[in-house]
Nanobody, 119 residues
């Protein structure tokens, strides 16, 4: 059974940093793209960043480019999101996701972790 479990959320002041982790289990993710999404209250879920598990190539939303860094740890089977220079508008529930590069119907989501940035 595939599981994605997020951790590392919390409350931080504006300008601070947090590091989110997503522990992935239940299968090999070599052919998957791993991503982080977020959803603020009253808003739609939006893309934040993604990483190709096998190649390591990354892509970011314009709103977080230069502040957030996504990475993966093959040995620990985790995907991390280092968030620096946080802003109140980064406040949201952050979700980890996995999507098969070759089958868009083969995808998984974590339960989410709350990130709150105070001004």
């Amino acid at each position: 059974q595939v599981q994605l479990v997020e951790s590392g959320g919390g409350l931080v002041q504006s300008g601070g940093s947090l590091r989110l982790s997503c522990a992935a289990s239940g299968r090999t993710f070599t052919n998957y793209v791993m991503g982080w999404f977020r959803q603020a209250p009253g808003k739609e879920r939006e893309f934040v960043a993604r990483i190709n598990w096998s190649s390591g190539s990354t892509y970011y939303a314009d709103s977080v480019k230069g502040r957030f860094t996504i990475s993966r740890d093959n040995a620990k089977n985790t995907v991390n999101l280092q968030m620096n220079a946080l802003k109140p508008e980064d406040t949201a529930v952050y979700y980890c996701a996995a999507r098969n590069e070759y089958s868009r119907d083969d995808n998984y989501w974590g339960q989410g972790t709350q990130v709150t940035v105070s001004s």
